[in-house]
């Protein structure tokens, strides 16, 4: 009987074999700019799991809606054709009001309440997403929305017919009503829907605005703190699950940095976005007396709606929020 020796060029060529093998290369989609915030945290976080990982899993960020469209993202994820994609969570608002807790107005009013909120209705969105064959990694938020209007809102009654962008459906409910009527129009689409007509005013953010340079088409931006909307990143659970231990722990751990550094990224964005529309001749105010109640009044309509529509966890979840902010 013949024994076969390795010889040492056997066994490198081997070992090169083993670790390509545990090489996996991801593909993560997001529908927002190079210039937003979200997308710079996401691909920090991209190189932050290189690096801990050694390149055992890289993720290649596809950014603008590129690969593929926001509406498609989760399913595409779910699916596997993708391993990972990033969202704007009130999108999936049909599916479970849960999803659109965090664009009903007065319920977060800030960053401290809005991570508040966070921590109370992950839970029930963790296992919606994990009934699907997901996992959610982290959730960053957009500074609180505004409104963009080509003229000062110093009238309710200037909301009457008004075309309004609106990125999700409880945007939309809001609009109409204040007695708009909502548009729904991707970030990137923006300046094409002002230039052509299609929209007369946005409800977003400072950050939006003055990525999407919203001084070329408005004038006035009323800072009303409508809300704190926030965007979750997510993976498919099968990809996680072909990770070795050591690659999912720091995976995980870059997830949890991307999420701190994206909260404070955030805060700053907003503060800087606000100069910005101010030093490009956008001015800026809060809401007057008849505007403000118009606001109150709808908010409070959107806010009966969803309690129509929640279930009991849902609204527990809720009331957990508001007790912890009472203590």
């Known amino acids: 009987m013949r024994t076969r020796i390795a010889t040492p060029l056997l066994l490198v060529t081997a070992c090169s074999i083993a670790a390509t093998a545990q090489a996996a290369e991801w593909t993560m989609a997001t529908p927002y700019g190079d210039a937003s915030f979200h997308t710079q945290n996401t691909k920090q976080f991209a190189e932050d799991v290189a690096e ?4 055992d899993l890289t993720i290649n960020v596809q950014s603008g809606g590129a690969l593929v ?33 965090d664009t009903l107005p007065g319920v977060a009013g800030g960053y401290e309440e809005a991570y508040a909120l966070w921590e109370a209705t992950k839970p029930i969105i963790s296992d919606l997403f994990e009934e699907e064959g997901l996992i959610p990694l982290y959730a960053v938020p957009w500074p ?41 129009t991707e970030e990137s689409d923006i300046p094409t829907a002002f230039s052509t007509g299609r929209v007369d005013a946005m409800i977003t953010s ?23 909307p926030k965007n979750i990143v997510f993976i498919n659970q099968r990809s996680f699950d072909q990770l070795d231990a050591d690659t999912q722990d720091a995976l995980m751990e870059a997830a949890a940095e991307a999420e701190e550094r994206g909260w404070e990224m955030s805060r700053e964005d907003n503060q800087e976005s606000l100069a910005i529309l101010k030093e490009n001749g956008i001015t800026v105010s809060e809401p007057n007396e008849e505007v403000g109640e118009a606001l109150q009044q709808a908010g409070d309509e959107l806010f009966a709606d969803w309690e129509s529509r929640a279930d009991d966890q849902a609204k527990e979840a809720l009331q957990a929020y508001r007790d912890q902010l009472e203590d």
Do not use: C
């Open 52 to 55: 801990a990982t050694d390149g």
């Open 144 to 184: 609180a929305q505004g409104i963009y209007t080509a003229e000062e809102l110093t009238d309710p009654d200037q909301f009457d017919g008004l075309r309004v962008r609106a990125p999700n459906i409880n945007t939309q409910r809001f609009i109409e009503n204040l007695g708009g009527s909502p548009t729904e």
């Open 206 to 228: 400072s950050s939006t605005g003055n990525s999407m340079a919203a001084w070329d088409y408005v004038s006035h931006y009323t800072d009303a703190n409508l809300w704190l």
């Open 69 to 101: 469209s926001h509406g498609e993202i989760k399913p595409s994820v779910r699916r596997g054709t993708i391993a990972a994609g990033e969202i704007f969570l009130s999108v999936l608002s049909n599916e479970n009001p849960i999803f659109e807790v």
